[in-house]
Every structure is written in C-alpha cells, then in structure tokens.
C-alpha cells in the first residue's frame, strides 16, 4: 500500500508536484505522462530518493523521509539506463553485491545470485561481465538485482525506453508475472493492457486515474 | 579494461605467496635499490628479479612487452645521464631502474586485484574504531571498474559525435560533451546505489 | 536538465559516485589514444588533464579524493593509467612524483575554483595553472632525487612544458563550459549544501 497525501514538490523556481492524492493498493499501477509532467519524480519518492517539499508520502506504513533506509530494503527500484544501476564487474556480482548486507555467506550469495539470474533468463550469464550484456539483458539484469532482495515493491521508471520492441514486451510481460506490487512509469502505452490502474499526471497534478482503457484515451485525447 | 587487470594467472610459488608478504618483499628491494650505489650488487639484484620472472613462468611474450617498454625507458634515461653525469652515473641509474620497476611489475604480475584488495581491507581493519570501513574497498574497486567501462562507451560515442560535427581534433568537443555526460552519469549512479541500500 | 541541476534530495552516496566516476573518467582519458591537436603530429595524452578537471569541477575535497583513488587502484594492479600502464611500477619508476603529484594538482586547483562563486576563465586558469604548478614542485624533486641531480631533472622537465602549457588551457575552458553546461553541479555554495 503506498499512500500520497497533498505531495507537491519544486526544483528551483519550477512547480513539478502540486497536490498529489492517491492511495495504491492494485498489485499493477501505471503513471503516464509528457516529459516533466512529475511522473518520475513521484516514483522516487516511493523509495525516498525524493523527499516531497510538501505534503506526506507513507509506504508499507512507513515513512520514507525518516525510514528511509527500511523503505529501500522492502521497496526495489529500477531505472531507465541499466548501466547506471549496474555497479559491480559481472553479472553475478551485481546481484550478489544487493545480498551484501544480508548476513549471508559468499558462496551463499553467489548461489542465490545465480538462482535469480536463472529464473529470469539469464541462467549461464553469472561469470558474464556485466557491461558486455545486450540492451535487454543488461535491464534484466537490474530487475535481478532487485528481485533477489525479494521486495514488496517494485518501482520501474522507465524501463523499456531503451529497448527494442521485442524486448520491450518481454520485460513487461516478466513485470505482469512477479508476486510484488509494481508501479510502472512509462510512455510505452502499448503495454499497459493488462495494468489494473493508470496514473495520469499532467504538469504536476492528477488528471486522470482509471482502468486503462479510459485513462490511455483521456491521455491520448490530452497529448492531442 | 580487463577486470582481473594486469594479473597473469600462473600457480608458483610466487603466485601462492600472500600479497601482504610479496609486498613487504618489495619494499625490502626497494630500499636496497636507493640504499646500493654500485654497478655490481645492483646487477645482482637485476638477475635475482630477473629469476623470479622464470620461477613465476611468466609467458614469453608478456617478457618481451615488459622489456621493450623498459627498454625505451632506459635508453633515454641512460643517453641523457651520460651526456649530465657521465658513464658510471649513468649505469647505477639504469640498473636502479630496471630492478625496481621489473620488481615492481612482477609483484602485479603475480597478484590478483582481489587478493590485494582483500590484503588492504584486513590491513585497514584496526582502523575501524576511526570510521574508516574496509569492506568499502572490494566494493570502490568494483564500482571503479564498471565506471570505466561506461565511461569508455560514452567517450566512444562523444568522439564520434564529434567527428560527424568536423571537431575530431577537438580538444573541448571531446571532453566538454564527455564530463556532462560522466557528471550525469555519476548522478544516476549515486541514486542507483542509494536505491540499493548503500 | 533536471537531475543535474536540482539534486532531489540529500543522498550520502552522490558523493561516492561522483568520486568513483571521476576516478574512471581521468581512466578513461588515458585510455583513449592521444589528440593530434594543431599540426604538431606529435599525439597528446590527455590523461594529466584530469587531476586539473577533478579538481575545477568537483571541489577539493571531492575531487582529490576521485585522484587518490584512482591512484590507489592503480597501485593494486589495475591498467588505469595512459598506455595500460598500472601497478607499483609506474609510481617507482623517475616520473612517480609527477603522479603523486596529482593528488595535490585536483587540492589546489580544487581550493581555488571553490574561493570563486561562480568560477570564470580567469579563475579557473589560474586554477589549472597552480594545479600543474604544485605537481611540478613534487615530480621534479623526485626525479631529482632518482637521478641524483636536481638541475638535470628541471633541465629534462622542460620538455614537458609546451604540452603541458596547451592542457592548462584547455583544462580551464572546458571546466569552464561545464560550469556553465551544469551549474551548480560543481563546486561552489550550490554543491557544498547538497
């Protein structure tokens, strides 16, 4: 359950939140939305890499301004260019290193490291280095790492804008299978059929939120 | 970049030595190097690390790179301290040289990356008590190498972008798109890392 | 854009990243083969540029930091420097001072641009200028002390100084375009509250 409480936020001079009210609870939520229209903005704030100037943002119950650091362990997040998010030489590494902090042993990580990578296709790819990865198994990769902290949540900004098409769909389809709550930013409207609510944000406000066939048509209607 | 860096891979008794104890070797040699000012025991010295080369195995043509980079080194070093400190000067320099770099060289050729790494981290342990975190180590190494390899991808683009724009010689047209895009880079990268629990 | 200009909230790691990613940048300057700049033909390794930019664009502290890391993974073995150069070798060798060096190049040049609110050419050539300045007045005693005769040692740095002269230059507008492509990211009140 993730809850927005009269968020709004600024840069500077520039208003990119404004009175935000929303109670998540659907297990697949879309935002959409222009460019700067605070979409992005509002996903971070769910795992407090935004703090919101105003207003209250509450996740699982907790408070991510002030529990950040318990909001981050239950609430994964993946970022549009899988080569900022890698961070470690090889692909089982990178999973591995999100373990770092689990009291687990090297060969441990190492196992359940490539146990993920396994599950999600990328079985064999562990001793891979990870920058050599394609486009789509690079961001597969970043969905690992995350999937291995096994979180409640899962917060994908953008994920597909980099993809081919084919893997486009792949990713989204993986998305629509995972037992976590997912809360998908995207201009990829296409793949949202399946989502059982989409966001509208337009300029920092709330224009639109319902299924998605109603709310890609308003959004569209809007983008004219 | 390889990520195992220079290591050449190899089971002598070089290569199982504790990289804490080769280090302490080398700095051992190291002093002797400054320490010695005559021709004969600093060639002695050559030939002893020289030995080590054969007792690691270290391939063939690894040698011959190390060596004719030595080499050039050397021959200028040696032309321009004979020419200002005459003959002899000239030869404990060059002796100096060789047996401290082919020393030095040897002590990477025969240590992986992690094994120092793991070295300085139980090193740095007793500085704990004063904030310092050692197992920050493995972790700056990694984070390093795969910068690098985003960065090496990025600078690839830039130069291109800027050959297509006639700027290929182009000092600031490499380097200002390159530092906007790293100084980016750098921002997701911190977001990224804090998102997972840094 | 956005996430450059306006940091969205207080996070302990932005400074690590910045740091690492600095470090792989002035790695990255080594790797790429060098710049034919003018009609010299002779290339130019742009990797001493990058002590000079770690400290004009990150700050002292954060841009020292970037260069003693580099050098510390290049001590353990890594290839970070120009030609694939890495290990102890490079600081025993005559010009290790000039590496060591480098350390106080981004402290200085860092000190400087931080003293300027928004740092202009001016400052930051002057910036650049004491940076090579101090990585002199470490690397040439060095080599000094290597060869036996500090004289000879300045004598066979002059070499150097046209080269170096050009990259001084250069380090400064280019810190200077990224001051102004970015502002704010740098250094100065803006990154300091960050």
């Known amino acids: 359950m993730i809850e927005f409480e009269g968020v709004g936020h600024h840069y500077g001079d520039r208003t990119v939140l404004s009175d935000v009210d929303l109670t998540l609870a659907e297990r697949r939520v879309a935002f959409v939305g222009a460019n700067g229209s605070g979409k992005s903005t509002l996903a971070r704030m769910v795992n407090g890499l935004v703090l919101p100037a105003e207003g209250r943002v509450r996740v699982l119950g907790l408070d991510p301004a002030k529990q950040g650091n318990a909001v981050r362990r239950r609430v994964g997040f993946v970022f549009t260019n899988p080569d900022s998010q890698i961070v470690m030489p090889t692909a089982g590494e990178d999973v591995a290193f999100s373990l770092r902090r689990s009291g687990l042993s090297t060969r441990e990580r190492a196992r359940r490291a490539e146990e993920v990578l396994a599950e999600y296709g990328l079985g064999g790819y562990a001793e891979h280095p990870a920058h050599q990865l394609s486009g789509g198994q690079k961001q597969l990769l970043a969905l690992c790492a995350m999937l291995v902290l096994k979180p409640d949540v899962l917060v994908c900004d953008e994920p597909t804008t980099l993809l081919d098409l084919r893997n486009k769909r792949r990713f989204v389809e993986l998305l629509g299978r995972l037992d976590q709550q997912v809360l998908l930013v995207t201009h990829d409207l296409d793949l949202l059929g399946g989502f059982d609510r989409v966001v509208v944000l337009d300029e920092g406000r709330v224009v639109a939120d319902d299924e998605p066939e109603p709310a890609l048509a308003y959004y569209r209607k809007l983008a004219g | ?198 | 854009m956005r996430r450059v200009s306006a940091p969205r909230a207080s996070l302990p790691t932005a400074d690590l990243a910045r740091i690492v990613v600095f470090a792989a940048f002035i790695a990255v300057l080594g790797i790429f083969p060098g710049f034919y700049v003018g009609g010299s033909g002779v290339p130019i390794v742009l990797q001493n540029m990058g002590p000079l930019l770690a400290g004009a664009i990150l700050g002292a502290r954060r841009g020292t930091a970037s260069v003693v890391l580099l050098l510390a993974l290049t001590a353990i073995g890594l290839p970070l420097l120009s030609g694939g150069r890495g290990g102890l070798a490079p600081f025993a060798g005559p010009s290790g001072g000039f590496l060591l060096g480098w350390i106080l190049s981004a402290l200085v040049a860092g000190l400087i641009v931080q003293r300027a609110e928004r740092p202009g050419l001016p400052t930051l050539l002057l910036a650049t200028t004491a940076g090579l300045l101090v990585d002199y007045a470490i690397g040439i005693p060095f080599l000094g002390a290597y060869t036996g005769d500090l004289g000879a040692a300045a004598v066979q740095s002059l070499v150097f100084v046209p080269g170096d002269a050009g990259k001084v230059v250069a380090a400064a507008v280019v810190a200077a375009l990224v001051h102004r492509a970015l502002p704010g990211t740098a250094t100065g009140p803006a990154v300091r509250s960050e």
């Open chain 2, 1 to 198: 970049m390889n990520p195992l860096g220079l290591y050449q891979p190899g089971t002598s008794v070089l290569h199982r030595l504790p990289a804490g104890w080769k280090f302490l070797g080398l700095l051992a040699l190291a002093t002797a190097v400054f320490v010695l000012r005559t021709p004969a025991p600093l060639g002695a010295l050559c030939v002893a690390v020289a030995l080590g080369y054969v007792l690691a195995r270290i391939p063939a043509r690894r040698c011959g790179q190390l060596a004719r980079a030595l080499l050039v080194l050397v021959v200028f070093v040696f032309l321009l301290q004979w020419w200002l400190l005459g003959l002899t000067g000239a030869v404990v320099m060059c002796l100096r040289l060789v047996a401290a770099l082919a020393a030095a060289n040897l002590f990477t050729l025969t240590t992986r990356v992690s094994d120092v790494v793991s070295a300085v981290e139980r090193g740095l342990r007793p500085l704990r008590r004063v904030g310092v975190r050692p197992e920050r180590v493995g972790l700056l190494v990694g984070l390093t190498v795969q910068a690098v390899a985003v960065l090496s991808g990025i600078a690839g683009e830039v130069r291109e972008a800027a050959k297509a724009r006639g700027a290929s010689r182009s000092v600031t047209a490499f380097a200002v798109p390159l530092l906007v895009r790293t100084l980016r880079h750098a921002d997701e990268l911190g977001e990224a890392l804090a998102a997972r629990g840094e």
